[in-house]
């Protein structure tokens, strides 16, 4: 079964409008996880990267006011995208990383499809 | 920095096909290579992976061999099947599996029964 969740894994919204989307692991502690974007036909590029109970650290050209990532808990990262505009549309993924069954690993969720009208 | 070139797609192959998805890439260090495959509406997921130099990866038929001299780290597979189709990411990480990966542009594969 799956490892790590994505919620919710499609969403359209207005335009101006913020949207959260919630990682969870399901069965392991991530200490660490990762947000990627993926356009369309294309590869995965590396948002920015949470560890638990700290600031996230963001990729160069990637607008940390825009993209609000909070990891309160060693299962929990929330990827906000505030006041959303057409140009955000896009697939959302994140990847939770920590030990699970004695094995430091990573684990991606399925993706969150955002369409911005 | 880090960096993944792999093969453009899409490659079009018949069932029962020899299949070679080439992947090089650049690294300061020594780093951890995988292979990721993404099946049409699903999530990514890790196919095989090798964390050092001469280490096969193998897993549902696929090999990848990390080749240190050429810094490739090509995915082969003797006999394709129509499940098969999907997008299959080359990816790097420095140290171990939990890091933050570098992934290709992804290689986009068909198999026509």
């Known amino acids: 079964g799956a490892v790590v969740s994505q919620h919710p894994s499609w969403v359209i919204c207005k335009s101006g409008t913020s949207v959260k989307i919630e990682c969870r692991s399901l069965?392991?502690?991530?200490?660490?996880m990762f947000w990627y974007r993926q356009f369309p036909k294309q590869s995965l590029m590396l948002m920015a990267t949470?560890?638990?109970?700290?600031?996230?650290?963001?990729e160069q050209g990637v607008e940390k006011d825009k993209f609000l990532i909070n990891h309160a808990s060693l299962t929990l990262s929330t990827l906000t995208v505030t006041s959303a505009h057409p140009e955000d549309s896009s697939f959302y993924i994140c990847?939770?990383?920590?030990?699970?069954?004695?094995?430091?690993?990573?684990?991606f969720g399925p993706g969150t499809r955002l369409l911005v009208l | 920095g880090n960096s993944v070139t792999q093969m453009e797609g899409p490659v079009t192959l018949s069932e029962e096909a020899f299949l070679t998805i080439n992947c090089t890439y650049t690294?300061?260090?020594?780093?951890?290579l995988f292979w990721y495959v993404q099946y049409p509406g699903e999530g990514l997921q890790l196919l095989l992976k090798?964390?050092?130099?001469?280490d096969k990866g193998s897993n549902k038929g696929f090999e990848a061999t990390y080749r240190k001299e050429t810094t490739s780290f090509h995915l082969e597979k003797g006999s394709v099947q129509v499940s098969d189709s999907a997008v299959y990411f080359c990816?790097?990480?420095?140290?171990?599996?939990?890091?933050?990966?570098?992934f290709g542009g992804g290689t986009r594969l068909m198999v026509k029964p």
């Open positions: 949470s560890n638990e109970g700290s600031k996230a650290t963001y």
């Open positions: 090798a964390t050092k130099a001469d």
């Open positions: 990816a790097l990480s420095e140290g171990n599996a939990g890091n933050m990966l570098t």
């Open positions: 690294a300061t260090g020594y780093p951890s």
């Open positions: 990847s939770a990383s920590g030990v699970r069954g004695r094995q430091e690993t990573q684990y």
């Open positions: 069965d392991f502690q991530a200490t660490t």
